[in-house]
């Protein structure tokens, strides 16, 4: 004897697919920069629409990225990893990324993961041109700190023809 009655449910039109918010880049040039605007929900699910654009700004010859997370309505680690990754790469290139975003839950998420050491602003305004990262470049036989990056193929640190940029760890011109 069955314990309970089985009567088959009735049949429905199936649920209509629901899409997942998305994630999209767009990139334009500001000046000596490349933006990268990043739209919509950062996820595990969305990161890989967009890591294509990011990689592109950053896989250039000494690049200047500003990340624009303003339109960003939501970001996990999967956003942040990939900031982290850009962040690297351009500085293995000699150039820099600087972050935009207005959002106090994303500007807290950066500063909660120590992501705060990418500089940060609220605005294009507050924005200073993206520089390369400062380096130690020997002039002289003293260390010279120097935020500003030298003409291609040309030392940071003496400013002379020694190609210390080009893959030397020293100023060749002593």
């Known amino acids: ?21 998305g994630a ?5 040039a500001r000046g000596e ?4 605007e990043l739209h919509g929900e950062i996820d595990v699910f969305t990161v890989g629409e967009i890591t294509g654009d990011l990689d592109a700004a950053t896989g250039q010859p000494v690049p200047h990225v500003i990340v624009d997370l303003r339109p ?12 982290s990754r850009a962040h690297r790469r351009a500085r293995a290139r000699d150039g820099g990324i600087r972050l935009i ?3 106090p839950r994303i500007r807290h998420l950066l500063r909660l993961t120590a992501l705060d050491h990418i500089p940060l602003s609220a605005t294009f ?10 380096r130690t470049a020997h ?3 003293g260390a010279v700190r120097t935020s500003r990056a030298a003409p291609a193929g040309r030392c940071r640190g003496c400013g002379g023809g020694c190609r210390w940029g080009a893959g030397r760890s020293r100023c060749a011109s002593r």
């Open 125 to 134: 305004d507050d924005t200073p041109a993206v520089e390369a990262p400062s």
């Open 33 to 36: 920069a490349t933006v990268v």
């Open 1 to 21: 004897m069955p314990l309970h009655d089985s009567h088959p449910l009735p049949r429905t039109d199936p649920l209509p697919r629901t899409e997942l918010p």
């Open 139 to 141: 002039e002289g036989g």
């Open 24 to 28: 999209h880049a767009r990139c334009f």
């Open 101 to 103: 975003s207005d959002q």
């Open 72 to 83: 960003v309505s939501f970001m996990d680690s999967s956003g942040l990893d990939l900031l």
